[in-house]
């Protein structure tokens, strides 16, 4: 078996989300950010795609729901007194087996910035 270290600077926090190949982080930069698994054959395997920017102090903790096979939802926190949430709305609602088959540039435009839509916060 072969690992791979993804190593995000001034990472608080990470979250698998069901169903994708994704990986979200909060960051000491305050802000959240998606990345995608293209795959041990591609330098780097993980890439970013996006970044959700809302917070005003380091984002502390993730929380990620699977709402229906083509549904996120994304709920952020910080030292700032918002809890954030993120809605994507995405054409995969593939599994997983089945996202490994597509293009790499299909994440991109499946989880890229126009996926995430930023709801009012609580």
């Not at 909060?26 to 998606?34: K, S, T």
């Not at 903790?61 to 926190?77: D, K, M, R």
Request: negative net charge.
């Amino acid at each position: 078996m072969q690992c791979t270290l993804l190593s995000v600077a001034g990472c608080c926090s990470a979250v698998f989300p069901p169903g994708v190949s994704l990986l979200l982080s909060g960051a000491a930069d305050n802000n959240v950010r998606v990345w995608a698994w293209y795959g041990q054959q591609h330098n780097p395997p993980w890439r970013c795609i996006t970044e959700l920017k809302a917070h005003q102090s380091p984002v502390t903790s993730l929380a990620v729901q699977e709402l229906n096979p083509h549904t996120l939802l994304l709920a952020s926190t910080s030292g700032d007194p918002q809890l954030q949430l993120w809605h994507c709305h995405h054409s995969a609602g593939q599994r997983q087996q089945q996202l490994q088959q597509q293009q790499a540039d299909g994440l991109d435009s499946q989880f890229g910035p126009a996926a995430w839509q930023q709801l009012p916060p609580l």
